[in-house]
């Protein structure tokens, strides 16, 4: 079974800073994909970007970047340029690329505070 | 268009008692997926449908029942409550199954507390 790891149960950055977070799975397959999911205070899990195993190259989404390493399965989530509205909790999400279910593998989350 | 939408909100049960909660998939979707996200961790898959068929279901007792309508609406039942399913029940929904990749969609969650 798949397992996703978040060890920073909380991180605080200045507001226009950058900040990172770790996240770090365990798994047997090849062809995988792996996703970063924001859930403000309104509980609907929004996704924040998404990243196909198979592909070197790091996904990019405005001030949301991803250091993907697939040998140490290590999917670091890097917020540039901290707005007020990124504070939330943040889940690293691991599904399987193969056929049948894909329900996700979800981490324990990490809370993003960014202080003003 | 409108987005996943879960019913109720929020709700109070005893224990021992039975609960549905209901989902709706945005229009166009046909794959409807339920987790279970309790205090403090994150979202633990429960079920799967897709096409009306059950499609995959995650480590949970048999108390855990689940269905798809012709709509692809979905209904999720406990029964024989226990204080421990005290959580947030969240739906989402997505186009197909199977992809991997293909994004999942997430209601605003149905939060469940039994006393």
């Known amino acids: 079974a798949q397992t996703v790891t978040q060890s920073q149960p909380e991180m605080s950055v200045q507001e226009a800073e950058t900040v990172t977070l770790s996240c770090t799975y365990d798994?047997?397959?090849?062809?995988?994909?792996l996703f970063w999911y924001k859930q403000p205070p309104s509980r609907q899990m929004i996704l924040v970007i998404r990243?196909?195993?198979?592909?070197?190259q790091n996904a990019t989404e405005n001030r949301f970047s991803v250091n993907f390493q697939k040998a140490a399965k290590s999917f670091s989530l890097k917020i540039s340029d901290s707005q007020l509205g990124d504070a939330a909790m943040y889940f690293c999400?691991?599904?399987?690329?193969?056929?049948?279910?894909?329900?996700?593998?979800f981490g324990k989350g990490t809370h993003l505070i960014i202080q003003p | 268009d409108a987005g996943v939408t879960q019913s109720p909100t929020h709700l109070i049960k005893t224990r021992g008692q039975h609960v549905t909660l209901r989902c709706s998939p945005i229009s166009g979707h046909k794959s409807v997926s339920w987790y279970q996200q309790v205090l403090g961790q994150g979202p633990q898959f429960i079920f799967q449908?897709?096409?009306?068929?059950?499609?995959g279901r995650g480590n949970f007792p048999d108390r855990f029942s689940a269905r798809q309508f012709p709509n692809y609406s979905s209904e999720l039942n406990v029964n024989a409550l226990l204080l421990g399913d005290s959580a947030l029940y969240l739906c989402?929904?997505?186009?197909?199954?199977?992809?991997?990749?293909?994004?999942?969609?997430f209601g605003q969650g149905t939060r469940l507390t039994v006393v």
């Open positions: 999400a691991y599904r399987t690329s193969g056929g049948g279910a894909d329900g996700l593998t």
């Open positions: 990243q196909e195993a198979y592909k070197q």
């Open positions: 449908y897709y096409e009306k068929e059950e499609r």
């Open positions: 798994t047997s397959e090849s062809d995988y994909y």
């Open positions: 989402a929904s997505s186009f197909s199954v199977g992809t991997g990749g293909t994004e999942a969609f």
